[in-house]
């Protein structure tokens, strides 16, 4: 069956960095547009990035532009969201997503465009 595997969480001071990773099993990887969304306490969860299955294609969501990177690396079927200049606010539940997709230049924004799900890595941002 499908496994998506969040690590990398933990607490950091604002301003810091965290490397998240995410390991993928039983699916064709490098056919699946990957995700990263973050859920706060008594908030909706939200998009952050996605990258096409090819790694050609990113998109992002404002809050963290210029701040969060997203990658992948499809030899050892695992994506990446590396995050800089931390804040408080970003303090949330992250979690990645996976989604089968033909097109390798559109980007998918939406929880509900994605069919398989890890179970989530808490990172605390300090101040």
């Known amino acids: 069956q499908v496994q998506l595997v969040e690590s990398g969480g933990g607490l950091v001071q604002a301003g810091g960095s965290l490397r998240l990773s995410c390991a993928a099993s039983?699916?064709?990887?490098?056919?699946?547009?990957m995700g990263w969304f973050r859920q706060a306490p008594g908030k909706e969860r939200e998009f952050l990035a996605t990258i096409s299955w090819s790694g050609g294609s990113t998109y992002y969501a404002d809050s963290v532009k210029g701040r969060f990177t997203i990658s992948r690396d499809n030899a050892k079927n695992t994506a990446y969201l590396q995050m800089n200049s931390l804040k408080t606010e970003d303090t949330a539940v992250y979690y990645c997503?996976?989604?089968?997709?033909?097109?390798?230049?559109?980007?998918?924004?939406?929880?509900?465009?994605?069919?398989?799900w890890g179970q989530g890595t808490q990172v605390t941002v300090s101040s």
């Open positions: 997503a996976a989604r089968f997709s033909r097109y390798s230049d559109t980007s998918y924004t939406s929880a509900k465009d994605y069919n398989y």
């Open positions: 039983g699916l064709t990887f490098s056919s699946y547009y």
